[in-house]
């Protein structure tokens, strides 16, 4: 349904946004769903600005709503800019947004009311990445799923209460900067991501760590998502850490 040719003068603008202070600042791209963009932004450049989330209509860019976050505190890297990081997800009557310093939300895609919030520092022994957190969550049948790092790892929350699910305690690296790929090998569902030291794969019905690889040099932008096609996971992270692939094979029942 895309255009070949395009018009002398480009295609017809339908509208813009002039004023950041609708949107916000922040390194998130927008989620579009049916006729409404969900995205989060910051009220100012500094790591201790305030986050909110906003949707608008596709159809003429005009604010539906705008729910702020209640921006919980926390350190990290100042010098390279504030605001959210991660895209929203959503599914369903919900959406589900991440903060830069670990503020778990989810919102009425309706009215942007807030049905439950988390936070992976606080609420799970988390820590911060050097640039904030900035993977966009998965959610998964009926869980959101989301990388604290440090004590707890990988966790799985009830998407519709924000309960704990399970906790892959087995991971105690760092949190990094991609995001989970949720994957089948062997009739095994398994979520697969980085971390700031290892490439990990994990059970998704309770989290058992099932393997991990650290053969390339993941240091400091740990921020590319695994690409994982017929069996085969592709890794690679920045300043020169290179890349690895690895293809995923069932070890006895496929549990370990």
């Known amino acids: 349904g895309i255009s070949g040719p395009w018009p002398a003068e480009g295609p017809k603008l339908a509208w813009k946004i002039t004023d950041a202070a609708v949107i ?22 500094k790591k201790d600005a305030k986050e909110s989330a906003t949707c608008l209509s596709a159809v003429d860019g005009k604010q539906i709503w705008k729910t702020p976050l209640d921006t919980t505190p926390g350190n990290f890297n100042d010098g390279w800019g504030g605001g959210p990081r991660s895209t929203p997800t959503v599914d369903g009557d919900h959406v589900y947004v991440l903060g830069s310093t670990g503020d778990l939300v989810c919102l009425a895609t309706k009215d942007g009311k807030e049905v439950w919030k988390k936070n992976l520092v606080k609420d799970f022994g988390g820590k911060i990445p050097t640039w904030g957190y900035s993977e966009s969550v998965l959610v998964d049948g009926p869980n959101v799923v989301v990388t604290p790092g440090a004590k707890s790892g990988v966790v799985a929350l009830d998407k519709k209460t924000g309960a704990t699910v ?47 690889v650290g053969e390339i040099g993941r240091k400091v932008a740990v921020i590319p998502t695994p690409v994982v096609h017929d ?13 690895e692939a690895f293809k995923l094979e069932p070890d006895g029942d496929g549990t370990k």
């Open 166 to 212: 399970w906790v892959s305690a087995d991971v105690k690296d760092g949190a990094g900067y991609s995001s989970l790929v949720p994957v089948e090998i062997g009739g095994v569902k398994q979520y697969v991501t980085q971390t700031m030291e290892h490439g990990i794969g994990i059970a998704a019905k309770d989290g058992k760590l099932l393997w991990k």
């Open 231 to 243: 069996g085969i996971v592709f890794f690679t992270s920045g300043y020169g850490a290179g890349c």
């Open 24 to 45: 916000g600042v922040g390194y998130g791209s927008p989620a579009v769903v049916g006729d409404r963009i969900y995205l989060v932004g910051a009220d100012g450049p």
